[in-house]
């Protein structure tokens, strides 16, 4: 059975299309047209990730707007040499590069492209070599697992273990990615913790509960006692 795809290097993009610092300006807009990417990571030596240039890196002219003197100056300088084609991956490129290990969450990588505002990131080992890439769109991946892939993960990792006594009497169902948890369970107490251990499950969208806890027994009346 599949596992739930928990980090980076479960959804990431192996196959990766990157530049060297002297790719020059027209062989890199060729390659992101070519590949169809807004950003490519940038080369040094055997694979090791110095830089990232983007689309933003090759639009100066974008900025013009509201720059002062010195701003504009610098700009201008720059987009002549965009024009002549005399700029170098290695002279746009930001850097050092943004990028994520393989062994990251989904959550950390979704949260370093939001701070700042990425639409990818290079996979990198320890020593900083290119090991793949990861999009937005590929975080988003975990969302087209199956409802019944979902379930069958709830029902051994959350239900089997957290209500171990309880799961004959519990129901998963799972429609859309939301789940549904109804039945009765002897503890109440861990349906908070059920909670959040479903919501971390990859590919959950929300969770629903109609959980009741156990039914109270019935009191018989006491027996009478000899008359008085």
């Given at each position: 059975?599949?596992?739930?795809?928990?980090?980076?290097?479960?959804?990431?993009t192996q196959t990766v299309?990157?530049?060297?610092?002297?790719?020059?300006?027209?062989?890199?807009?060729?390659?992101?047209?070519?590949?169809?990417?807004?950003?490519?990571?940038?080369?040094?030596?055997?694979?090791?990730?110095?830089?990232?240039?983007?689309?933003?890196?090759?639009?100066?002219?974008?900025?013009?707007?509201?720059?002062?003197?010195?701003?504009?100056e610098r700009l201008r300088?720059?987009?002549?040499?965009?024009?002549?084609?005399?700029?170098?991956?290695?002279?746009?490129?930001?850097?050092?590069?943004?990028?994520?290990?393989?062994?990251?969450?989904?959550?950390?990588?979704?949260?370093?492209?939001?701070?700042?505002?990425?639409?990818?990131?290079?996979?990198?080992?320890?020593?900083?070599?290119?090991?793949?890439?990861?999009?937005?769109?590929?975080?988003?991946?975990?969302?087209?697992?199956?409802?019944?892939?979902?379930?069958?993960?709830?029902?051994?990792?959350?239900?089997?273990?957290?209500?171990?006594?309880?799961?004959?009497?519990?129901?998963?169902?799972?429609?859309?990615?939301?789940?549904?948890?109804?039945?009765?369970?002897?503890?109440?107490?861990?349906?908070?913790?059920?909670?959040?251990?479903?919501?971390?499950?990859?590919?959950?969208?929300?969770?629903?509960?109609?959980?009741?806890?156990?039914?109270?027994?019935?009191?018989?009346?006491?027996?009478a006692g000899p008359p008085?």
């Amino acid at each position: 059975m599949r596992h739930t795809p928990h980090i980076v290097g479960d959804v990431m993009t192996q196959t990766v299309v990157a530049i060297g610092q002297g790719a020059r300006f027209k062989e890199i807009v060729e390659t992101m047209e070519q590949w169809q990417v807004s950003a490519l990571p940038v080369l040094a030596g055997e694979s090791r990730v110095v830089g990232v240039v983007s689309e933003t890196d090759l639009l100066p002219e974008e900025e013009f707007r509201g720059a002062g003197p010195k701003r504009l100056e610098r700009l201008r300088r720059l987009d002549d040499m965009r024009q002549a084609g005399a700029l170098t991956a290695g002279e746009l490129m930001s850097a050092p590069a943004l990028a994520v290990h393989a062994d990251a969450t989904l959550a950390q990588a979704a949260r370093t492209m939001a701070r700042r505002a990425v639409k990818r990131l290079p996979v990198v080992d320890g020593e900083g070599m290119l090991q793949g890439i990861v999009s937005r769109a590929d975080l988003l991946k975990v969302y087209l697992r199956s409802d019944e892939d979902l379930a069958e993960e709830i029902r051994r990792d959350v239900v089997g273990h957290l209500f171990a006594v309880s799961r004959g009497q519990l129901r998963v169902a799972v429609a859309d990615g939301v789940v549904a948890l109804g039945g009765q369970v002897r503890d109440t107490s861990l349906i908070p913790v059920a909670a959040r251990l479903i919501r971390a499950v990859e590919g959950v969208v929300d969770v629903e509960f109609d959980v009741t806890g156990p039914t109270a027994a019935r009191m018989e009346p006491p027996a009478a006692g000899p008359p008085v």
